[in-house]
């Protein structure tokens, strides 16, 4: 079902269960929650459920499931590549708008919400400009008019069109780099310190006075130590805080959510605790990139149903434990894949030493897996009291 038809049946359902307590029904057709998309289930509770959407295959005329499922499943969508510098700039001062224009216009024909992704990334930058940095071409102060430049353009393009950017992606380290203390790492760090944190919120917010501004990482569903030198949640938070106490106009902080069976990852209450520390700073959250992917060993290569079985439950159960946590936190805004299947997955390509996959919620001949269904009980089960309609932050001035 689309979404604009949705909103009329969504309206009036959100109603009669505020009002009654019930669940819409008529006696000729009751109501079945597990006919209902995620995007319709996650309405219920002001929640978008989103995608990244991979260009590429939404236009793939030979294969019309893609488009399909983007349109009726979500109502959020993210660009997957196409809004990342080295796409919209490719060549210096000739931008390439068209794939990103495209999936900003199917958004608004589906009446889905867009995460603007991203302006301020070391990674997918134009080989122009982290070139002319290298070779002396560009200088400091040429860099930070380059960047101030960029998130103008950009932010001003679609202006009023973009629900969250994700203003500044993966600028703090992990535990296992040099050195190993967690500190901000990468090209803009390296070239022009920290400050360029702020500098990046502030010109995006004189760009739009509406988006929700977002800081976005990987790595930060819970709290650990404590310790802002080894705990990465902490680091964080810490600079948050700090950029709100500066007047910084950040609104939220995007966690990507990108897990693996093969790690401990964390219970529902853990992340629960995390966002609501979070929502503490008067910040919203959101995930943005959720997968959770699975070592393809030999055996779950060779179709094993007893190596493959235990991975997807697991997957199931890592997806179910956001998406608990994320439903009860108000200030929790939206729930993103980073792809729906995995024919269209980012994993089998970055992670492949050892070989990965299995991340996604549906499997490669768009059949839901374990994990799409668990998502939707989720949506399904969820309610008052404990669970809460979402309430957004103003934009910060
Ligand atoms: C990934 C894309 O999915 C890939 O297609 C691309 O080759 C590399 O980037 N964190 C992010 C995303 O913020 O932008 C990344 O997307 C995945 C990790």
Redesign the pocket.
């Known amino acids: 079902m689309k979404l604009r038809q949705w909103t009329t049946v969504g309206a009036v359902a959100v109603a009669t269960v505020a009002a009654l307590n019930t669940v819409p029904a008529t006696a000729s057709r009751p109501y079945d929650p597990t006919a209902q998309s995620l995007a319709t289930l996650g309405l219920r509770h002001g929640l978008h459920v989103g995608t ?1 959407v991979n260009m590429d295959a939404l236009n793939d005329a030979s294969d019309p499931q893609y488009r399909k499922l983007v349109t009726s499943e979500f109502s959020s969508v993210t660009a ?2 196409v809004m990342k510098w080295e796409s919209l700039e490719p060549t210096r001062g000739s931008y390439n708008w068209g794939p990103a224009d495209q999936l900003v216009d199917f958004a608004k024909r589906n009446r889905q919400s867009v995460r603007g ?2 302006l301020v ?1 070391h ?2 930058l134009p080989a122009w400009l982290t070139s002319g940095v290298a070779d002396g071409s560009i200088s400091k102060q040429e860099l930070r008019e380059l960047l101030r430049k960029h998130i103008t353009t950009v932010v001003n393009r679609y202006k009023g069109k973009i629900w969250q950017w994700d203003v500044v ?2 600028a703090v380290s992990d535990p296992w780099d040099t050195p190993s203390t967690l500190h901000y790492k990468g090209f803009w760090a390296e070239h022009l310190g920290p400050g360029y944190i702020a500098d990046a919120f502030r010109w995006a917010r004189a760009a739009d006075p509406k988006a929700l501004l977002f800081y ?1 990482d ?1 790595n930060i569903e819970a709290f650990g130590s404590g310790n802002p030198a080894d705990d990465k949640t902490q680091f964080v938070y810490d600079m948050t805080k700090s950029l709100r106490a500066r007047g910084v106009p950040i609104d939220g902080v995007g966690s ?1 959510g ?1 897990l693996g069976t093969q790690y401990g990852n964390f219970d529902t209450l853990q992340v629960t605790a995390a966002l609501k520390k979070f929502a503490g700073l008067g910040v919203a959250t959101a995930f943005t ?1 959720v997968d959770v992917r699975s070592q393809l060993t030999a055996a779950v290569q060779a179709g094993n149903a007893e190596e493959i079985n235990p991975r997807l439950q697991a997957s199931a159960a890592n997806f179910s434990v956001l998406m608990k946590a994320c439903l009860a936190v108000r200030s929790c805004l939206s729930y993103t894949v ?1 792809g729906f299947s995995d024919n269209h997955s ?1 994993v089998p ?2 992670f492949d030493d050892p070989p990965e996959g299995l991340a996604t919620i549906y499997d490669e001949n768009y059949q839901p897996k374990r994990a799409y269904h668990e998502l939707k009980s989720d949506l399904i089960f969820a309610g008052p009291p404990y669970v809460q309609p979402r309430v957004a932050p103003k934009p910060r001035r």
Do not use: L, M, T
């Open positions: 990244a997957e590549n992704h991203v990334w990674n997918q992606n993966e976005n990987y990507q990108h990139e980073w980012w390509g970055w």
